[in-house]
């Protein structure tokens, strides 16, 4: 009779990949290096048994000195995890404040140029020329290869409505059709809610849910389009989750919320169809310690996964996972990063994207990052 070997004894198979649906993705990157078994097996769990999903990225700036480097850290909810991403000691540090557009943009803008990444980690920077009209707090966006930058707010001698739009194939700016003059009085990204993807730019007045969109192939605008599918929504904000125009809206008033819901929206008609409505224990969550006011939110979203939170407390991030059938499953995670070192002299930038193994392996070897899981 064989001897029979007990510890030590290799996995494979399906339980090799049972094994690695539990393990983080940033250990997973590490464990698809150990063999080519290893790496089908993670590969297989990744996609038939706990795929990956969009990241929350957060990065820290201290407002009271912008020349020391951003601290970036990362939330993975595929397995309820958050991570510091250790970058080297010699990364390029932001000298300008940085500034957040949309779900994936990450920008710096001065009167001499405009560097802005789309990655999801944002380790890649690009950086142009500045659009020659100087702007505090601009509608900015990625469409297809255009660079939008319109409206925010404007020295007393220029139009606040002017639009701005980059052509990336190009290296060109180039002059557009201005905003709605509507908007000439909230043309700055505090009243604006943007969403973009390959062809248009969307654009929402958060108080009143009045919309337009914006074709970089006509440089022109379309609408107005009313956005406020309930008469009792005071706060509206858009985000696109895939292939999906996401309105979320806050219900009631500031002083007292009744409820949060999202809406899919059609960009051809602009009809919308509700999708969800947050749970009552959530909301509460979502309200924080100032439980007595909830002026406005921030969506962000890609894939099937959004993330909300409060704009001023975002103590907790509430996320809601879309199937199939456009049903929510929502839930919350603590926001650990917003702890009272933090508080202090320091701004929360974010983002969110897919992140995938080969992702992690150009951080970790390109760019010498070390990713330190958080508790």
Known sequence: MKEQ??????????LLEEVFARVPLIDLACASHVSKSWEFSVSSSLVHINKPKPWLIIQTQNTTSLTN?????????RSNTWVELVQPSNHTKHVKPL???????????SSERLSFSVDPLHHTWHHISSPGVWRVDPIVAVVGPHLIVAGGGAIYWDNPLTVKMYDMTT???????????????????TWLSVASNQHKMYV???ASGITYSFSPDTKAWSGPYDLRPDPSVYFSAIGYAGDDLILAGLIGNAENVKNLKLWKINPETMESNQIGEIPAELLEKLQGENSYLLSSINILATESLIYLHNTSDPSEI?????????????????????????KVGSK?????????????????KSRNIKFVEKS
Request: aromatic share 8%; net charge negative.
């Open 5 to 14: 070997r007990g510890e030590g004894s290799p996995i494979h198979g399906d």
């Open 69 to 77: 480097k951003n601290t970036t850290y990362a939330y993975d909810p």
């Open 99 to 109: 500034q957040s557009s949309g779900s994936s943009l990450f920008y710096e803008l």
């Open 171 to 189: 290296s060109h700016w180039s002059t557009c059709q201005s905003m709605p003059s509507i908007l000439k009085d909230s043309t700055a990204s």
């Open 204 to 206: 929402t007045e958060k």
């Open 318 to 342: 509430i996320f809601c996972e879309l199937n199939e059938e456009n049903n929510c499953k929502w839930g919350s995670v603590k926001n650990i990063i917003l702890n009272d070192n933090c």
């Open 348 to 364: 929360l930038v974010m983002s969110c994207g897919r992140v995938g193994i080969a992702d992690l392996h150009t951080a970790m």
